[in-house]
């Protein structure tokens, strides 16, 4: 059962960062708009869990830093 739901938040996390860019990209979404980075924020998050659940560091390293350049990225446009 944990194996199932590790691997839905991966698949969660593809999915999530793809739409993100995919609205981006046809200017559906502008990349300052809150929805476009909590996308990328918990797509990134969902990436990192399923990396590190399967011992793959180089996309749990890359999606670290891309959730916290995400994080910041909200931060900026809530306060």
């Known amino acids: 059962m944990k194996r199932l739901l590790a ?3 991966g698949w969660y996390g593809v999915v999530a960062i793809l739409l ?3 609205l ?5 979404i502008a990349s300052n ?3 476009y980075q909590l996308l990328n924020f918990t797509g990134a998050l969902g ?4 990396s590190l659940i ?14 916290i350049i995400a994080l910041i990225a909200l931060l900026t446009i809530i306060f």
């Open 7 to 9: 691997e839905i938040i």
């Open 54 to 67: 399967k011992k793959v560091y180089q996309p749990a390293t890359l999606n670290t830093i891309w959730a």
């Open 33 to 35: 708009n809150i929805i």
């Open 24 to 28: 981006v990209s046809f200017n559906v």
């Open 20 to 22: 993100a860019y995919a």
């Open 47 to 50: 990436i990192v869990v399923i």
